[in-house]
């Protein structure tokens, strides 16, 4: 039996970066991570295999800044946890004893079981896992009908890719717009335009009331509204849910989103126990409701306070909160949101006002690779900090929206922002007499005083 200062159960963004910090942190620590499988998936860029990569094995995320900073790795799953004795077993018989023990198990799909036909072969789904994805590339390379059920951002990415592989795509959803877990309805209506223009063809505003097969394989999908469409497979995207059964088993608590529940540190119910990632449990930044956030960004900031924290407290500036800060480009069109938007602010019962500002991220706005660049700031209106932020535009937001998410954990009002000082550049930036920041931040106060 082997013992290690600490057990990592998880090889992907959590686990990884908790392992890298926490030896980093803790010289002369033993690690040791546990993986189902040998090889790992960027999970964020599962989508763009299916065409923009075009091969899984150009998407691999493995353990190696682990293993070069000390860490040691098995691949097998494990079976049994003895909390009291410390003690993990995995399938192959061998026992690890452990100090500190992390759960990065991250999560899994949620199958529509609800949805009649389900079961049918050519069903398929999004797994983070190399060998499924491998499995399903091969399919759709073959496939040349595809039904995509769900409009969040893997399903939206999904669509978009395989029609530039030359598919047949139909996208289903069944909220009035796609993405609207992340964007206003205003931004919605220009991301749809933007799925449009991708050549997938989009039913938004309709449930699936059937899949239909024959001999036991796809067929069709039939939706509530009578319509029928022909498809070779479907590819369900309804979303992930924590994988917390080995947690469970072992009587540690899980919060009402069905995730660990975790302190600002990282810590769950059980002593020297931790949990990261997908897996772990969430409160919003803004709202202070238990959350839901399954971003590797997400992950990797948690991992991060754990890793620094997992021997004794050094990382005083812990997880307050997640912000939900999401991107993706749509047929060249890129879109970006952080914190609090309207609908979840009004959700929440959040007092807010709106300032925004649309111009051209180039000046003078003649150079060929110019875009319309468009800024929503969400501000509380009895002091204007910044609670939330949406955006659509080239490339450069992707990198804006992390500017406004510092801007939102630092409390930064719109007052102090109309002062922002920043570098422009004709090529690089929109015009400095009209920043799109300090427009949008100059808009809000106008609104605020309404």
């Known amino acids: 039996m082997a013992n290690y200062d600490v057990v990592i159960i998880g090889g992907g963004p959590a686990g990884i970066i908790a392992g890298v910090t926490g030896l980093k942190q803790n010289p002369g620590k033993s690690f040791l991570m546990i993986k189902e499988e040998e090889k790992g998936l960027v999970p964020c860029g599962i989508p763009y295999v299916f065409h923009d990569i075009g091969s899984v094995d150009k998407n691999i995320m493995g353990p190696k800044p682990f293993v070069d900073a000390g860490g040691k790795v098995v691949v097998d799953t494990v079976n049994k946890i003895d909390v009291e004795n410390k003690k993990v077993i995995i399938s192959s018989g061998d026992e690890f004893n452990y100090d500190k023990l992390v759960f990065a198990t991250g999560s899994e799909v949620v199958i529509p079981t609800f949805i009649p036909g389900h079961d049918l072969d050519g069903v398929e789904y999004i797994r983070k896992s190399y060998n499924r994805i491998k499995e399903l590339k091969e399919k759709t390379d073959i496939a040349q009908n595809i039904v995509v059920i769900g409009g969040g951002f893997i399903g939206v990415e999904m669509a978009e890719q395989l029609s530039k592989a030359g598919k047949n795509v139909s996208l289903v959803e069944m909220e009035k717009y796609c993405l609207s877990k992340a964007f206003s309805e205003n931004i919605c209506q220009v991301a749809e335009e933007a799925i449009l223009n991708s050549g997938v063809k989009l039913h938004a505003g309709v449930k699936v009331a059937k899949i239909e097969g024959e001999n036991g394989k796809v067929k069709s999908v039939l939706l509530e509204n009578g319509e029928t469409i022909v498809t070779d497979i479907v590819i369900a995207t309804i979303g992930y849910k924590p ?70 407290i050094k990382l005083k500036r812990n997880m307050a909160g997640t912000l939900s800060v999401f991107s993706t480009e749509i047929a060249g069109k890129a879109f970006a949101s952080a914190g609090a938007i309207e609908h979840s602010a009004k959700g929440s019962n959040i007092d807010y006002s709106v300032g925004s500002f649309k111009d051209a991220d180039r000046h003078p706005g003649s150079f060929a690779d110019t875009s319309e660049l468009y800024l929503k700031l969400i501000v509380s209106p009895s002091d204007g900090v910044i609670i939330g932020a949406e955006m659509y535009g080239g490339k450069s937001i992707g990198e804006l929206v992390n500017v406004l998410a510092l801007t939102i954990q630092k409390s930064v009002s719109v007052f102090e922002l109309v002062t922002f000082q920043f570098g422009t550049h004709p090529l690089l930036t929109g015009a400095p007499t009209k920043y799109i920041l300090v427009k949008a931040a100059e808009n809000a106060i106008v609104n605020m005083k309404m």
């Open 243 to 312: 994988r917390v059964e080995l947690a469970k088993s072992v009587g540690i608590k899980i919060n009402k989103k069905g995730a660990i529940l975790v302190d600002n540190y990282m810590r769950t119910s059980a002593d020297n126990v931790y949990a990261a990632g997908d897996c772990a449990g969430t409160k919003g930044f803004i709202t202070g409701n238990v959350d839901s956030v399954m971003l590797a960004s997400t992950a990797t900031a948690e991992a991060r306070t754990l890793g620094y924290n997992i021997d004794s």
